[in-house]
């Protein structure tokens, strides 16, 4: 299988757990399952996943959620430089020095969209913005793990 196809896949499937239904208990921590995908492949396979492809991603998810067009996409490019400027460190560290560095990276990112969404739609959200970060840097391991065990598995 081509090692395009099993990103693809990934990033498809992260779209789909984006979106799929949680109960309204839930809903506020819902991890950011696109942009972890696309930290895994960006550190793993950064010549064909860059900033081009996760401004797409975040067009895609800003059109599945019905947010403002660039939100999500100004998120994940912004995050997607942090991480491309701490690369050599994060693929350095031990999973857990990841997942921390991960969930800074992360929550500085959604501060810039509360941020955003102040400016925009005049709302104010509560820090409360800041649990998917958590979250998805607690899922970090296991995301990391189960994406490398399927691109090994794309090899043989």
Not at 55 to 68: I, K, M, N, S
Not at 83 to 93: A, D, E, H, P
């Amino acid at each position: 299988m081509p090692r395009s196809l099993v990103i693809w896949g990934s990033l498809l499937l992260a779209l789909v757990l984006a979106i799929m239904p949680l109960p309204n208990f839930m809903q506020i921590g819902r991890p950011l399952w696109v942009l972890l995908t696309l930290t895994f492949w960006f550190l793993e396979a950064p010549k064909q996943v860059g900033l081009g492809l996760a401004w797409c991603l975040g067009l895609a998810q800003d059109v599945l959620y019905g947010a403002t067009l660039g939100e999500h996409a100004i998120i994940f490019v912004l995050a997607l430089t942090f991480i491309g400027v701490m690369r050599q460190r994060i693929l350095l560290s031990p999973m857990w020095r990841q997942a921390l560095a991960l969930a800074i990276i992360y929550a500085t990112v959604l501060l810039l969209q509360l941020w955003l969404n102040v400016l925009i739609e005049r709302r104010p959200q509560s820090l409360t913005l800041l649990l998917p970060a958590l979250i998805s840097s607690l899922l970090w391991p296991w995301v990391r793990l189960g994406l490398s065990a399927l691109a090994r598995w794309r090899l043989r």
